[in-house]
């Protein structure tokens, strides 16, 4: 029996979503099984450096929290972070490197937007290693939060692997109301608990699901059917749900836009734009730009307060003349904008980022390969999220000086 074309499509998309479940329901297992991901660890001389404490303190402290940095079999001596971090906040306040930062009334939390609509320029790796660094690097001990817009999930199997097996809520279920509230349970609660514990103790990440990927439809249905008075501010709401358990919110964005991305940048309070070095990633950027006056119409028109601060950081850097040129150009351009330090193209990241961690998710002695190249990764994404780090604290100085 002849089937019509029609009817072929529909066996042949159905095959294509079955062939894809499979092949993903494969990766995540072999991934989750070959690259578990651990707790970061530290040799005595990482957890001194890190620190900035002499050896004999090191083991006062451990000895006092009663840790036994001896214990392991394959090692002489490893401290796991969660004990690195008990050990610095047991220290006095004149020993530690940065006192714990306490948020004021007058500073606002921080919602850091990432967004391109090109895709392949690094957002997703940009989100992962600055949260992670500010995280782990500035010893502030700031609550940072992650949430990933993207319904391909790239993020949430870097900190979240497990959470769709395990029945968690995904950034999609709060925003189309895909839950239940258990009996005396608050939608307060019910948030909170949906920003998942990662394996560095100050970040919690809020995961994307596959099932995000039905976001658009249902925001179109809901849009064409006048249930949504305000479209772009269902993101914004959730997060003013946990606004005072975090200091610092960064968010991977799909490489579209969509209302996915009109909800971040409706719940973000400055925007980060990653722009691959690359003459056709520029040419699409810039079109891109030529556009966003008439999205920011749109969230202006919808009381969007401004930003403080929009920065562009050029990602994938490799030295060469090509780049060189282009890059000259893009200052003539946009000096203002700039970050002055790229995110360099790194062997490093790429292998940290294939064992579902960034370069802050590891010490130097547990990277598998060159220890230098490791080093000089780890030390560019240092100075690359700084850049970040100083411009939250001039928004948190001057909000102060508001007051």
């Known amino acids: 029996m002849t089937i019509s074309k029609v009817e072929a499509t529909d066996i042949s998309f159905d095959e294509l979503k079955e062939g894809s479940e499979l092949y993903i329901q494969r990766r995540n297992r072999r991934l989750l099984n070959n690259h578990r991901k651990e707790l970061r660890v530290f040799t005595k001389a990482e957890a001194v450096a890190y620190l900035d404490i002499d050896a004999r303190t090191l083991d006062k402290y451990c000895k006092a929290l009663k840790i036994n940095p001896r214990r392991h079999e394959e090692s002489q001596w490893l401290l796991d972070i969660e004990e690195v971090y008990k050990v610095r906040d047991s220290l006095p306040d004149e020993l530690k490197k940065q006192l714990p930062f306490v948020r004021s009334e007058s500073q606002d939390l921080q919602v850091i937007v990432v967004q391109n609509q090109k895709g392949g320029v690094g957002k997703t790796v940009t989100a992962a290693t600055a949260a992670s660094g500010l995280a782990t690097e500035f010893h502030q001990n700031y609550r940072v939060g992650l949430i990933d817009m993207d319904g391909q999930g790239t993020l949430s199997m870097y900190y979240a692997p497990e959470s769709a097996q395990e029945g968690c809520l995904s950034v999609g279920d709060l925003i189309m109301g895909n839950y239940e509230l258990d009996e005396n349970e608050t939608l307060k609660e019910a948030i909170s608990e949906a920003f998942l514990p990662t394996t560095?103790?100050?970040?919690?990440?809020?995961?994307?699901?596959?099932?995000?990927?039905?976001?658009?439809?249902?925001?179109?249905?809901?849009?064409?059917?006048?249930?949504?008075?305000?479209?772009?501010?269902?993101?914004?709401?959730?997060?003013?749900?946990?606004?005072?358990?975090?200091?610092?919110?960064?968010?991977?964005?799909?490489?579209?836009?969509?209302?996915?991305?009109?909800?971040?940048?409706?719940?973000?309070?400055?925007?980060?734009?990653?722009?691959?070095?690359?003459?056709?990633?520029?040419?699409?950027?810039?079109?891109?730009?030529?556009?966003?006056?008439?999205?920011?119409?749109?969230?202006?028109?919808?009381?969007?307060?401004?930003?403080?601060?929009?920065?562009?950081?050029?990602t994938n850097h490799k030295e060469s003349s090509t780049t060189t040129d282009l890059q000259n150009n893009l200052y003539d351009s946009f000096s203002t904008y700039l970050y002055s330090t790229e995110f360099n193209n790194s062997e490093a990241v790429r292998q940290a980022s294939s064992l579902l961690s960034t370069v802050f998710d590891m010490s130097k002695s547990e990277y598998p390969k060159t220890k230098m190249t490791f080093q000089n990764a780890q030390q560019n994404g240092y100075e690359v999220t700084s850049q970040l780090h100083r411009d939250i604290q001039k928004v948190w100085r001057e909000q102060e000086k508001e007051q």
């Not at 601060?309 to 050029?314: G, P, S």
């Open 200 to 314: 560095i103790p100050n970040l919690r990440i809020l995961p994307a699901s596959q099932s995000d990927r039905a976001i658009e439809g249902w925001f179109h249905e809901a849009v064409f059917n006048q249930q949504l008075s305000s479209p772009y501010s269902i993101l914004y709401d959730i997060i003013e749900q946990v606004k005072d358990e975090f200091d610092i919110i960064i968010i991977d964005t799909p490489p579209s836009l969509g209302y996915a991305t009109y909800n971040a940048y409706y719940a973000g309070t400055s925007v980060i734009f990653p722009l691959s070095v690359t003459e056709n990633d520029i040419d699409a950027t810039c079109s891109y730009f030529s556009y966003i006056p008439q999205v920011w119409t749109l969230l202006k028109n919808a009381k969007h307060p401004g930003y403080d601060f929009m920065k562009i950081l050029l």
